[in-house]
């Protein structure tokens, strides 16, 4: 149970049961040869499918050994350069999306953006409305089709396959009556998982909480989403979703109940919408924020991380492995994690200072400093054997080839004119591009900036 701080805060939250600090760590991927260069942006986007000649061939997604979601034929081909290409297109809303706000880690995620295994795109965005909005987008990252909404107060992440794709959100809860045994911890949200089809339309509807009509947040062994931090990632095996969020948890202390914090691993069958409860986790890391996770073919299991004040460090849950070691000043923050040749790679950051260190059950056995200077690195696979690690500027975003094999720094750094948002995620595609939804001018738009394959 929290005392009162100041929300959105970076610094350390105090708490009645447990001291958390709120820091990050990165884990990051290798590469090959290439150079960054700026290309010309796109012109604003139509909301219609107008002028879309796409084709739309219906096949049978597989998981690639790599890690990549695949279908027989794809609608979508993006040619790879020698040197890599930015492309910004300008996306026209048909519903006003939230702003970036101060970007704290309490703050809702106004928008993301997922690889459909055709190669186009699903965009989801937070309305201004206490709705979620989502909606495809072509080959040329401009809007086809029509927009569907969804009830949902906070915007976690999307994800795709050849059947439609997932949406990870936070709707309203109720606390109860408690009683607490001091300190405030409202509101008592649920998270949720969200299944819909080729068209966007709802499949199914999973909590991932497990608030009911009796169990309210201020009951017994509730696990809720509250004001701090509650950030997910989903993830995709070829049959269940998997989301990896931070939780609220609720413990009897005599004759009230206190409130601590952790993150939470739930699996959700794709077909039925049900948890599949060998493959998910009631916590992992305690207390937890910038939960990360990654689905690893090979091995055919999902992987994660977290930053946790459990003796400070980047870890991995379930049992509790240590990643990477830190400190609890206030700057350790995670960052992504991306599948290594051997291994994965995890970014994350401590002192604003960056490195992606590479493990595969435990410690890392190699750590890299790229030399940036952020508190939140994002990492994307890219291209065959390369990763891009990016971080804010200012009103742009920079970006670094690395290689998947080393960590090294390929060519020099790219700027994006596109705004980076503190908790939000690039997203890969099976072309070898990556693509990122950014705010845009003002409510009424959405950048992807999207960085095309290199050879």
Not at 29 to 56: H, M
Not at 341 to 368: D, E, H, L, M, P
Not at 416 to 435: L, V
Request: net charge positive; hydrophobic share 35%.
């Amino acid at each position: 149970m929290r005392n009162s701080s100041k929300p959105g805060g970076r610094r350390q939250p105090k708490w009645r049961l447990w001291t958390v600090g709120v820091s990050a760590v990165v884990l990051a991927v290798g590469g090959t040869t290439a150079v960054l260069q700026q290309s010309s942006t796109a012109a604003p986007a139509s909301t219609t499918a107008s002028s879309s000649s796409e084709s739309t061939n219906t096949t049978t997604a597989q998981v690639a050994s790599d890690g990549t979601v695949t279908t027989a034929a794809a609608n979508c081909s993006r040619a790879a350069s020698k040197t890599a290409k930015v492309r910004i297109t300008n996306v026209k809303l048909p519903a006003k999306v939230k702003g970036y706000g101060n970007q704290g880690d309490t703050e809702a995620i106004p928008m993301a953006v997922a690889a459909a295994s055709n190669g186009r795109s699903w965009l989801a965005w937070l309305g201004t409305n206490e709705k979620v909005y989502l909606q495809q987008l072509g080959c040329d990252d401009k809007l086809i089709g029509k927009a569907v909404s969804f009830a949902g107060i906070d915007l976690q992440d999307v994800s795709a396959d050849a059947k439609g794709g997932a949406l990870l959100i936070t709707k309203k809860g109720s606390c109860g009556t408690g009683p607490l045994c001091g300190g405030t911890s409202s509101p008592c949200n649920t998270m949720h998982l969200i299944r819909f089809n080729t068209s966007g339309k709802l499949v199914s509807n999973t909590q991932v909480t497990n608030l009911t009509s009796t169990r309210k947040g201020y009951s017994n062994g509730a696990r809720f989403v509250w004001w701090y931090q509650h950030h997910g990632r989903l993830a995709f095996d070829g049959t269940n979703y998997s989301a990896y969020f931070g939780t609220a948890i609720t413990v009897k202390n005599g004759n009230c109940v206190d409130i601590h914090q952790g993150d939470r691993f739930q699996t959700v069958n794709a077909s039925t919408g049900k948890i599949v409860k060998g493959k998910s986790v009631d916590f992992g890391c305690s207390h937890a924020w910038t939960s990360r996770i990654i689905y690893d073919p090979a091995k055919k299991k999902f992987v994660m991380t977290c930053a946790t004040d459990n003796n400070c460090r980047i870890a991995q849950p379930d049992p509790y492995r240590t990643v990477a070691a830190g400190k609890c000043d206030g700057t350790l923050f995670n960052g992504d994690l991306v599948l290594a040749g051997t291994g994965y790679w995890n970014a994350w950051s401590q002192g604003n200072a960056v490195r992606i260190s590479r493990f595969t059950t435990g410690a890392a056995n190699k750590t890299v400093k790229p030399g940036v200077a952020t508190q939140h690195p994002h990492l994307v696979r890219y291209s065959k054997s390369k990763m891009l690690l990016t971080w804010g500027s200012g009103t742009t975003t920079k970006a670094k080839i690395l290689s998947r094999s080393t960590g090294a720094t390929i060519g020099s750094t790219l700027t994006i004119k596109a705004k980076d948002h503190d908790f939000m995620s690039w997203k890969e595609y099976k072309d070898g591009s990556t693509a990122y939804a950014a705010s845009g001018a003002n409510s009424n738009y959405i950048k992807i900036a999207r960085v095309m394959p290199v050879s």
